[in-house]
């Protein structure tokens, strides 16, 4: 069994519980926030008191999905680790260009330049991000998880020495891949790309395609490769309603491919109560979505083993 990193040490798979593989807690106010304002959420004790929030409603673990260089907050994340008694796993890797500078310091290093800053970051510590300059200094969090964001095809072909630092990263630290997708994203592609360097396809886990593939037959070849999908358009009614979600979880579930299916919000400031009044709150998925999913006819069990089970399996396997 591999190692599971929280940022606070190591954990027993057993100890995992429920985790949520894809949220965002902290975010400091970058080039995101000038796309989306809503990609800044900078306040530790809001944070902290969503977190607890999730807690009271029986999760135990979550993946911040926040990439070193892109406005991650380390310090932050262990501070809510600390109060919220949630173990929280955070991320090295990469985010989407748009969410970086220009001139960024992770486009100018080498593949090996890259591969040795996510490797310190899984091995010794997360580096501080201070403002998109690369500082040097570390925490002792450790990374836990690796972060891909696959865009078009044209991106992925022309930015293979980024991609295969991150992955040949995960391989030798042995930690699983957390992989953005977007409707032009060569996600075939890239598999077999990432299998090749020796990255075996359940410890991947490709994230959003409940939005941004509409072929679920797509879905389903990436299942039956032994591959995640992790689903986060829980309560994104600007994409579809639960109802669309249910029949898409429900069609994979009754596929026989339920154990390969992850599940999560993907919170920005709008999705957490703390911030916004009127979100749904990182707890909807206990409270609200799981409950729908019974009335369904959905049995409890098979979605709790989504959220335990699965996750574990995906980063200990």
């Not at 109802?243 to 429900?250: G, S, T, V």
């Not at 916004?276 to 707890?283: M, V």
């Not at 049995?299 to 574990?312: A, C, F, P, Q, Y």
Request: glycine share 10%; charged share 30%; aromatic share 8%.
């Amino acid at each position: 069994m591999r190692e599971i990193m929280s940022i606070l040490g190591g954990l027993k798979g057993e100890k995992l519980g429920i985790c949520q593989c894809h949220e965002h807690l902290m975010l400091r106010k970058g080039e995101g926030y000038y796309i989306n304002p809503d990609l800044c959420m900078d306040d530790v004790k809001k944070s902290a008191t969503e977190t607890e929030g999730y807690r009271r409603a029986g999760g135990r673990t979550l993946i911040d999905a926040q990439p070193v260089g892109c406005c991650r907050m380390e310090e932050g994340l262990c501070e809510i680790a600390e109060r919220s008694g949630v173990q929280i796993l955070a991320s090295t890797g990469f985010h989407k260009r748009a969410f970086y500078p220009r001139g960024h310091w992770l486009f100018q290093k080498t593949e090996r330049e890259l591969q040795d800053v996510f490797e310190t970051e899984i091995f010794q510590g997360m580096y501080i991000d201070c403002d998109g300059q690369f500082s040097g200094k570390q925490t002792k969090a450790r990374a836990g998880v690796v972060k891909l964001a696959l865009e078009d095809g044209d991106s992925f072909r022309a930015g293979k020495a980024l991609f295969t630092a991150a992955i040949s990263a995960a391989v030798h630290g042995e930690r699983s891949l957390l992989v953005h997708t977007e409707p032009e994203s060569p996600v075939m592609e890239f598999l077999t790309f990432a299998e090749k360097l020796g990255m075996e396809p359940g410890r991947v886990a490709l994230c959003h395609m409940d939005r941004t593939k509409a072929d679920k037959t797509l879905h389903l070849e990436v299942v039956k490769r032994g591959t995640f999908l992790e689903y986060d358009t829980i309560g994104r009614f600007k994409y579809h309603d639960n109802e669309r979600e249910a029949e898409l979880i429900q069609e994979i579930t009754d596929r026989g491919f339920g154990e390969r299916l992850l599940l999560s919000l993907d919170t920005t400031a709008a999705r957490m109560k703390a911030y916004n009044k009127e979100a749904i709150g990182l707890d909807y998925i206990l409270a609200e979505f799981i409950p729908f999913m019974e009335q369904r006819g959905m049995k409890r069990s098979v979605i709790m083993k989504m959220l335990t089970d699965n996750s574990r399996r995906y980063l200990e396997a």
